[in-house]
């Protein structure tokens, strides 16, 4: 089954400059609600690599006109080419493996390779919720040739947990947030048609696509440093990501706590997000399906003397946790 021709609605080219010999690719996977990171993404990615011809490749699902509106602003803006894969509602998977409040956008990343492979021999898969901060020549230049992907390892205790439950060796457990695509090895190996047999076949994969494209490259994969996988948490006002190593090239920005929510933003993602067609946007205060998140946004508001938003918040935040 080709995935791509059953699940691809509509593809829509927002800006093509005239090919050059070296031309390095890039996908994003999203729906609707992280239209916003992913353009920011993507213009850090261009900022950071100013002399690197990059073609941006957009999966997306239910992306509204003003989104992609704004994609078309950026793509004429920055002079970058872009196309928009629309991907039909019919895409689906199995949804009690999304325990964790994963999208079922991030399983878009499984039919990327087959859809590029007429178009390129590799390409970087990055998650919306990452920010380049260096120059990405030395990952587009690393051989692919024998290895399905290069990827970097996840955390020590994903390794304990995931890696040992599926078998894989210590170390080689990765982190999905970035990858970069061998197209070719990935086609001869069946890999779409055998992530979605593995997604839909019953068993709940707690961290869903990621377990998923573990067991499917087994042994079959490049690590690579953190420096392109820097995974960061924050906190309350931490700027956390002004603090990683210098040789970091894409930071991640792991858990639940995202930059463009109020409590943790940061000043690298705000040095985008005013600079974006978003700018105008109202960033949300907090997750507002996490209480820890709405209580950190009450602290704030009381560090910021802003008692009665402090107070009202930390009546939410309770009314959050007694619901669960």
């Known amino acids: 089954m080709n995935y791509s021709d ?24 999203f729906d609707d609600n992280y239209a916003m990171p992913a353009g920011l993404s993507l213009m850090s990615v261009i900022e950071n690599n100013p002399n690197t011809e990059i073609n941006f490749h957009l ?41 964790l409040g994963i999208s079922i956008a991030t399983c878009l990343r499984f039919i990327v390779p087959e859809v590029l492979q007429k178009i390129t ?13 260096g120059n990405l020549d030395e990952l587009f230049n690393r051989d692919l040739d024998n290895k399905i992907a290069a990827v970097v390892p996840d955390m020590e205790y994903m390794q304990d947990s995931q890696g040992k439950k599926y078998n894989i060796p210590n170390g080689e457990y990765f982190n999905a947030g970035v990858i970069y695509f061998n197209t070719i090895l990935w086609n001869e190996n069946k890999l779409t048609e055998k992530t979605f047999n593995l997604i839909n076949d019953g068993n709940v994969y707690t961290f869903a696509d990621q377990d998923v494209l573990n067991i499917v490259m087994k042994g079959n994969t490049l690590l690579l440093s953190s420096d392109f996988n820097n995974l960061t948490a924050l906190t309350v006002n931490g700027n956390e990501d002004a603090k990683v190593d210098k040789t970091t090239k894409i930071i991640h920005y792991i858990t639940k706590n995202k930059p463009w929510h109020q409590p943790y933003k940061t000043n690298l993602f705000e040095h985008y997000f005013i600079n974006s067609p978003w700018k105008s946007m109202s960033l949300p205060f907090y997750n507002y399906k996490k209480s820890s998140s709405i209580r950190a946004y009450s ?12 107070i009202k918040h930390y009546l939410i935040y309770l009314k959050t946790k007694l619901k669960k």
């Not at 021999?121 to 380049?132: I, M």
């Open 6 to 29: 059953k699940f691809l609605k509509n593809t829509l080219v927002l800006n093509k400059k005239t090919q050059i010999n070296q031309v390095y690719h890039i996908a994003y996977c």
């Open 299 to 310: 602290k704030l508001m009381f560090k910021q003397k802003k008692y009665l938003a402090g």
């Open 121 to 133: 021999n590799s390409v970087l898969y990055l998650d919306c919720d990452t920010l380049c901060v």
């Open 59 to 99: 999966f997306t699902n239910n992306l509204s006109k003003q989104n992609l509106s704004n994609f078309e602003i950026i793509a004429k803006q920055l002079d970058c080419s872009i196309t928009c894969y629309e991907i039909d509602s019919s895409f689906s998977v199995n949804s009690d493996t999304l325990v």
